[in-house]
């Protein structure tokens, strides 16, 4: 397990955080009852969670389970945009905002319900007028401005599917997801702000469509850019967002759709090169990430709720977007860098618009921390009510000084763990509810059965193990688009076929909280960003002077996980500054930014099996300076020595 080292300094955490008494006066929830009943009947209870939200039609049955198959609410019609939206115009809440969004250059946009609603509804008639319908697959490739949520809703709307891939990707990265999932629309912007910079988003996504026959239309947002980077509008093809809004018809009602069709497509890191498209369906993700965003976050009408993800990854998705909106939430959207202009801009932003629930990544946390005390410390912080943290383990020391420096000791703090697979929150506290434990995230969440099992599937009582799943619940992926066979053999095969394996190590305390202590397979987590090793390892051999490459995480103090690259090159070929630049500039190309290895170290040969199998964790035994483990599966032991002899010279202290 990699990272069983970075925790072992947590095992005797012994500091406890009862609910505050303020706070679980008037949270939504104050004693375990839900707990109960979810543990009680697991499908009972999402039944009566499910009654919350609107449905056209009733379910017939509310789980099919055919080991690893699962429906929910079968039978039963909704729509997701109808209950983020339309479901709230009935009430008061019309003109409640939406969504107040700030622009990394001080611009601002607030929209109500209503607003939003006639946005969502006047693009999804433009979607239709260019041909896409029930079943379509749109692909996002969008900054982080309020079109982003408009596109999602007016998708989700009429049944089109969306697949949103993360701006920063590169054009190939989003070539390989549109093709994947044959899209036929692409929705993108001229560019957004990050940093100071544009981003021209655009003309990345332009060389993505050199190979991408399956897009016929092109929706471009104006963000502002479009003379500065003499953008190109291909006539036939690319479509201005106001001009075809233009005309649009607000008059939109929202598609029946079946509860197990298909809502969107998101891709994810796996432990082989082709990242893995989670599909995501209608009517269980719904009731998920309602009921997680009304009892984790504790949502209530008068909240500013602000989750600093981007809309690329699966926490934009349920908790930017479908969770806080099904509650009727107003959600704050800001669009660019924590660090611009200054390294307070976070406090800023929660100052300025009274923000009362604050979501972030523990590697934002780790980053503030560097930055200072005296930076949240000039900012009124006093809206703020809870915290929550997500993408990673947060280690009691950054635990800590969230706590301190920004709940000043009055917020309690949701830590929470799941997957773009689980869709919604599976372990976390209640905040009204449970007792929380710096670098622990807490119980399973109501109607959520975790344990933690070993490689035989035995329960762990003691020590570590795997974390497992073992009974199916409303918002799981339900296939892998295109591939069902990699689906079942990803997530169902570990033991028996009903249950899942998320892939994460994990550990109990003796009240029965989950310590997650990171993947056990190939995938890294870098700054919460999930990025497989097989990934960087096809981008670096592509490159010509590359014969191999094995790539690791090592622990960083900063991002949770650092990639490093050994590389074996072409014989004749020297390894220096410029090659080493070269080759971490072509992972940027090939994958994007977030993939940048931190060291890329030259290997004369890489340690492997007698067939052949990298064994990469010797490779993470030496990146991370420890004993090396077994050796006695290698082929010629003595290639590990001196691979460690290469990496000592260069980082050896
Ligand atoms: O390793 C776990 C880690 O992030 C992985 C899921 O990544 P992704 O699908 O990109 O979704 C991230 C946002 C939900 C998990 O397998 N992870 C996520 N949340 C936590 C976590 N590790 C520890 N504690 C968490 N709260």
Same mark, same amino acid.
């Given at each position: ?13 012994? #500091? ?26 697991? !499908?009972k209870f999402w039944e009566e969670q499910a009654r919350e939200l609107e449905w056209f039609a009733p379910w017939k049955q509310v789980l099919e389970w055919n080991p690893p198959h699962a429906k929910w609410f079968t039978g039963a019609r909704i729509n997701i945009s109808?209950?983020? &939206? ?44 260019? *041909?896409?319908?029930?079943?379509? #697959?749109? %692909? ?10 408009? %596109? ?18 590169? =054009? ?26 544009? !981003? ?5 996504? $332009? ?15 104006? #963000?502002?850019?479009?003379? @500065? ?26 598609e029946q759709l079946d509860a197990e069709d298909p809502l969107y497509i998101l891709y994810t890191s796996g432990t082989t090169g082709k990242p893995k498209g989670i599909v995501h369906t209608t009517g269980g993700y719904s009731v998920g990430t309602y009921v997680t ?16 993800? $981007? ?54 946390? #780790? ?7 005296? &930076? ?37 703090? !949701? ?12 372990? @976390? ?11 622990? %995230?807490?119980?399973?969440? =109501? ?13 762990? @009582?003691?020590?570590?193990?795997? &974390? ?48 997650? &202590? ?73 994958? *994007? ?11 004369? $040969? ?33 290639v590990v020595e001196m691979v460690r002899e290469q990496y000592e010279e260069k980082y050896g202290d």
């Amino acid at each position: 397990m990699s990272d069983q080292m970075v925790f072992d300094d947590l095992l005797h955490e012994e #500091r406890e955080f009862p609910p505050l008494a303020a706070f679980a006066e008037k949270a939504a929830l104050r004693d375990e009852s839900l707990h109960r009943a979810g543990a009680a009947d697991p !499908v009972k209870f999402w039944e009566e969670q499910a009654r919350e939200l609107e449905w056209f039609a009733p379910w017939k049955q509310v789980l099919e389970w055919n080991p690893p198959h699962a429906k929910w609410f079968t039978g039963a019609r909704i729509n997701i945009s109808h209950n983020c &939206l339309d479901r709230h115009l009935k009430t008061w809440r019309r003109n409640k905002a939406a969504i107040i969004w700030e622009g990394e250059n001080y611009e601002f946009r607030t929209l109500t319900y209503q607003q939003l609603h006639v946005e969502v509804c006047k693009f999804a008639n433009a979607m239709k007028a260019l *041909g896409v319908t029930k079943g379509t #697959r749109v %692909a996002l490739y969008m900054p982080m401005i309020p079109e982003a949520a408009v %596109a999602m809703l007016a998708c989700a709307r009429i049944g089109a599917i969306h697949s949103i891939v993360f701006g920063g990707f590169s =054009p190939e990265s989003l070539s390989d997801r549109i093709n994947d999932a044959q899209a036929e629309l692409l929705i993108t912007a001229d560019g957004g702000w990050r940093r100071g910079n544009i !981003v021209a988003l655009k003309n990345e996504a $332009d060389k993505a469509l050199e190979t991408c026959p399956s897009i016929k239309n092109v929706i471009i947002v104006k #963000r502002g850019h479009a003379d @500065t980077f003499h953008l190109k509008v291909k006539e036939g093809r690319d479509h201005w967002y106001h001009r075809i809004m233009d005309g649009a018809s607000s008059d939109c009602p929202a598609e029946q759709l079946d509860a197990e069709d298909p809502l969107y497509i998101l891709y994810t890191s796996g432990t082989t090169g082709k990242p893995k498209g989670i599909v995501h369906t209608t009517g269980g993700y719904s009731v998920g990430t309602y009921v997680t965003s009304k009892y984790v976050f504790d949502i209530r009408d008068e909240d500013v709720y602000w989750c600093t993800a $981007d809309v690329g990854w699966v926490t934009g998705h349920s908790y930017i977007v479908y969770g806080p909106l099904q509650c009727g939430a107003t959600i704050l959207m800001y669009e660019g860098a924590p660090n611009h202009p200054e390294n307070d801009r976070f406090w800023e932003i929660i100052a300025r618009h009274r923000v009362s629930i604050f979501y972030t990544a523990p590697t934002a946390i #780790r980053a503030f921390m560097k930055w200072g005390d005296h &930076l949240p410390a000039k900012h009124d912080l006093s809206s703020l009510r809870l915290l929550g943290s997500v993408g990673e383990p947060i280690n009691p020391e950054a635990w800590m000084w969230y706590h301190e420096h920004i709940g000043r000791g009055n917020c309690p703090i !949701v830590d929470t763990w799941w997957q773009t697979e689980t869709g919604a929150i599976m372990i @976390t506290t209640l905040p009204g509810v449970n007792t929380t434990k710096p670098g622990y %995230a807490g119980i399973a969440f =109501p109607g959520i059965q975790a344990t933690i099992l070993d490689e035989q599937g035995k329960e762990v @009582t003691q020590g570590s193990g795997l &974390l497992a799943i073992t009974h199916p619940w409303p918002s799981m992926l339900r296939t892998i688009w295109g591939d069902d066979e990699r689906y079942v053999n990803t997530y169902f095969s570990k033991w028996d076929k009903s249950v899942y394996f998320p892939g994460d190590g994990a550990k109990r305390d003796d009240k029965g909280n989950f310590m997650i &202590l990171g993947r056990v397979d190939d995938v890294l987590n870098v700054s919460g960003h999930r990025i497989g090793t097989m990934e960087v390892e096809s981008a670096l051999v592509d490159h010509p002077l590359v014969v191999e490459a094995a790539v690791v995480g090592r622990k960083h103090d900063l991002k949770g996980q650092a990639i490093v690259a050994f590389v074996t090159l072409k014989s004749g070929a020297m390894m220096n500054r410029e090659v080493i630049a070269e080759l971490k500039q072509h992972v940027v190309t090939k994958i *994007g930014a977030i993939a940048r290895p931190e060291d890329i170290i030259l290997a004369a $040969d890489l340690p492997k099996t007698r067939s052949g199998k990298i064994m990469r964790r010797l490779l993470r035994d030496i990146a991370e300076g420890r004993a090396l483990g077994d050796t006695t599966t290698l082929a010629d032991p003595s290639v590990v020595e001196m691979v460690r002899e290469q990496y000592e010279e260069k980082y050896g202290d």
